[in-house]
């Protein structure tokens, strides 16, 4: 039987808050959950879903520039995807096999994430750590 998902809030810059809400982006919509057996982003209207075991790689980042995170984001340089609602710091999670995420369908994938949760460090670990069921 898997054990109820841990759930990260992302953190929110109060300056940004009007932007992101135009595009239904909201505490009460935007969060990672994790489980034993998946790792799901809502993002607003946006999702990314796949497999603990997708999960090859995780890194902590940050302070980012603005324009750079705020808000969806597709990286022209790696292809990977952002969600962020903050400038101060987030965690990149990246897959053995890319995911969709950004654009509706499975078309568009992509080999990494970023996410600025509320606590970082606290996504880090438990998604290093040994899986939990």
């Not at 995170?69 to 096999?97: E, K, M, N, Q, Y």
């Not at 992509?110 to 290093?128: F, G, I, K, Q, Y």
């Amino acid at each position: 039987m898997t054990s109820p998902g841990r759930r990260f809030p992302f953190r929110f810059d109060h300056r940004f808050r009007p932007a992101l809400a135009l595009i239904g982006v909201h505490p009460g919509t935007a969060w990672v959950e994790l489980d034993g057996e998946r790792l799901l982003v809502r993002f607003g209207p946006w999702r990314l879903r796949t497999t603990r075991d997708n999960v090859t790689g995780v890194e902590r980042g940050g302070p980012y520039r603005w324009w750079r995170v705020i808000g969806p984001h597709l990286s022209l340089a790696d292809g990977g995807a952002t969600f962020g609602t903050s400038t101060a710091g987030g965690v990149c999670v990246r897959f053995d096999t890319a995911v969709p995420a950004v654009a509706p369908g499975p078309w568009l994938r992509h080999p990494a994430v970023t996410v600025t949760v509320a606590d970082p460090e606290a996504l880090a670990r438990a998604l290093t750590g040994p899986v939990t069921h």
